[in-house]
């Protein structure tokens, strides 16, 4: 199915730009009269609205304010009320009896001791020194683990072009890296 597409290699524009209105690239002074004439309508009939909105609340307010709350008659308060006679005092409570007094036994003092002193000890912040570390070629280390859980499994190590260090490495018998680049 072939896109939707005119034969005419230039058509004219069809894209909806003023009001919805489909614009051919040019504005005729009708559009133009139609346009002005129908903003100005909706411009006065927001200003009447408006006015007459205005002049119901004017006319609501005037109401709300000739309008008198009567104040409430309190009613009589109404006689205190009598109160009983005072209870009598109660008697005085008998005097609390002294415990005797108890010596707690003399306990003599412990010499005076010397405080412990600790040596401070000694922290080493520089880092250690690296180690050379000779680790075997990955391929023989995997192989070894692969004849273990398969025998009958053929390994075959790949690595892309132009970074291919473990063979390098291989080759040379020491550790090398990829080319830069």
């Known amino acids: ?32 009269f139609t346009s002005t004439v129908f903003n100005i309508a909706v411009l006065l009939l927001a200003i009447i609205i408006g006015n007459a909105v205005k002049n119901e609340i004017k006319e609501r307010k005037d109401k709300l304010t000739s309008i008198t709350l009567v104040p409430k008659e309190e009613p ?14 109660l008697p005085e409570p ?17 010499p005076t001791v010397k405080p412990i002193v600790v040596p401070t000890p ?12 000779n680790p075997p070629p990955a391929p023989k280390v995997v192989s070894l683990a692969m004849k273990a859980l398969s025998p009958g499994t053929a390994l075959w190590g790949v690595e892309p072009a ?3 260090d473990t063979r390098l490495s291989l080759e040379a018998g020491e550790r090398r890296g990829a080319p830069p680049g």
């Open 122 to 133: 000694k922290v080493n912040l520089a880092p250690p020194a690296p180690k050379l570390v």
């Open 1 to 32: 199915m072939k896109p939707l597409r005119s034969a005419d290699p230039t058509p004219r524009s069809v894209q909806f730009s003023h009001f919805g209105v489909l614009n051919d690239g040019s504005s005729s002074k009708s559009a133009f």
């Open 162 to 164: 132009g970074f291919d």
């Open 76 to 89: 009589p308060k109404p006689p205190p009320p009598k109160l009983p006679p005072p209870p009598k005092p």
């Open 94 to 110: 008998p005097k609390p009896i002294e415990p005797p007094k108890i010596q707690p036994p003399p306990v003599p003092l412990p």
